[in-house]
């Protein structure tokens, strides 16, 4: 029962502070911390939880080789936080050991190329550019996907297409949350175009 009480402590105080940004008006700076909160709550004590981990990835960039290119806009935009498979699972620590200098990420900060990202949030405040966010969400999610194109292909274990998983996000505007997942269609379907849908 103290653990229930405890959480429900937790989810009161993000409350409150959810309803402060929104009512005050506050930036994305605040909501950011708001959406740390959740994501740590809903984690039940990352130090417990061995899979997954909340990462800051708010002042990372992009890898340049996986950003578009186009002479009258800049793509350079990233994610606020990410959740990151652990370097204890045994798939980053085989990886890790066959190969330490190979990214397993689309960023290109030192620790977080380490660990392969699996679910992007982008967050803006009460009333903020959806489409921003969504477009923010959307360059990360193609370039994570690229990356691990790159990486199934080194691995030579069978067809891209056969092995892909899609890249799944959060966009977080003031109090909506909103699940997307991205995918690059197979080349018999299109172009090999990279589709993000909201769910």
């Known amino acids: 029962m103290e653990q229930l009480d ?18 005050d008006h506050r930036d994305e700076s605040a909501w950011v911390r708001v959406v740390d909160d959740v994501l740590r709550v809903a984690m039940d ?14 002042t990372q960039a992009i890898d340049p080789v996986f950003v ?4 009258s806009q800049s793509f350079a935009k990233k994610a606020d936080f990410a959740l990151t498979l652990g370097k204890q699972q045994d798939a980053v620590k085989r990886a890790l050991r066959a190969d330490p200098d190979r ?25 903020g550019g959806y489409n921003e966010a969504i ?4 360059v ?5 996907l690229a990356r691990l194109e790159g990486l199934w292909k080194d691995a030579g274990v069978g067809t891209v297409e056969e092995g892909m998983m899609p ?3 959060l966009t977080v505007v003031g109090h909506e949350w ?10 018999e379907d299109g172009d090999g175009d990279v589709v993000s849908l909201a769910l």
Request: overall charge neutral; glycine content about 4%.
């Open 103 to 127: 990214p397993l990420s689309q960023m290109t900060d030192a620790a977080t190329s380490t660990v392969p990202l699996v679910c992007g949030v982008e967050v803006k405040e009460q009333g």
């Open 167 to 169: 890249f799944v996000g």
């Open 140 to 144: 990360w999610s193609a370039a994570g």
């Open 68 to 71: 578009p290119k186009h002479p």
């Open 6 to 23: 405890a959480l429900w402590t937790k989810v009161d105080r993000i409350y409150l502070s959810a309803r402060d940004c929104a009512d």
């Open 178 to 187: 909103r699940l997307r997942i991205a995918w690059k269609e197979r080349a």
């Open 135 to 138: 477009m923010q969400l959307a």
């Open 45 to 58: 004590d990352e130090d417990s939880n061995p899979l997954l981990r909340v990462h800051s990835i708010q």
